[in-house]
């Protein structure tokens, strides 16, 4: 049991397990009241179970499949109307290995439809409420693949660049109105992520970060003010400079006229 006071409800998706189950785990020992979220019923009431027991939080475990219509509503109806709500982890997603020859359109389209998709109306349907409150967290979960986009199969690392813009956006429109917004950068991470996309054996490589390290790092960066958050990037000046580079070359782009290079 905890005496931590409350510091009100996160509500984490993908909650089931991997990252979302560790995130559960760390906001609950940090004060937070849960709304856990998952497509596995069983396993995410057993966690709830565990976390009510360990910490004396207030767990609700709601079981929903974000990449179908009218259960991602229904999320989305408790971020609108739950005011005790002050932290939202976009974490749900899935991803793939495969290449463009080897995958089924239909199976990228779903991958969109979780990864961009719900995350988006998800972080819509919490925005407005944390802005008139004055205050609330949004972390949602990228990839180091939204930077390095040729490592893993293409629809799953344009994925992770839209949160990762999406997230720089939010920074822009939401942080002076009480809003902190974190973009976390995992590299491989040992979870049950690398079965589902068809590449078991990564997750034993010595160069893959436990699920543990990921989230206690991204809770460190989030304590820290960090913005972004890479976890397994050791020079964090690189992040810095590298995005100054990117905002100083987009200044690059106002121009009525083409490059000479295009003159015929």
Known sequence: MTSIQSKGTALVTGASAGIGAIYADRLAKRGYDLIIVARNAQRLEALA???????????????????????????????????????LVNNAGVGSVASILQDNVDEMEAMIDLNITALTRLTYAVAPGFVARGAGTIINISSAV?????????????????????????????????????????????TDFWDVAGYAPQKSKPTTMSAEDLVDAALSGLDQGELVTIPPLHDGEQWLRWEA???????????AKPAPRYTI
């Open 146 to 190: 939204g930077i390095a986009v040729e490592a893993l199969n293409g629809v799953y690392s344009a994925s992770k660049s839209y949160v990762l813009s999406f997230g720089h956006t939010l920074q822009r429109d939401l942080s002076d109105k009480g809003v902190r917004i974190q973009t976390v950068l995992p590299a491989a991470t040992a």
């Open 245 to 255: 580079d990117r905002r100083a070359f987009a200044s690059n782009f106002g121009n």
């Open 49 to 87: 179970e565990k976390l009510r027991k360990e910490t004396g939080r207030n767990i609700t475990a709601v079981a929903a499949d974000l990449g179908d219509k009218a259960a991602l509503a229904k999320v989305e109806h408790i971020l609108r109307d739950d005011a005790s709500i002050t932290l």
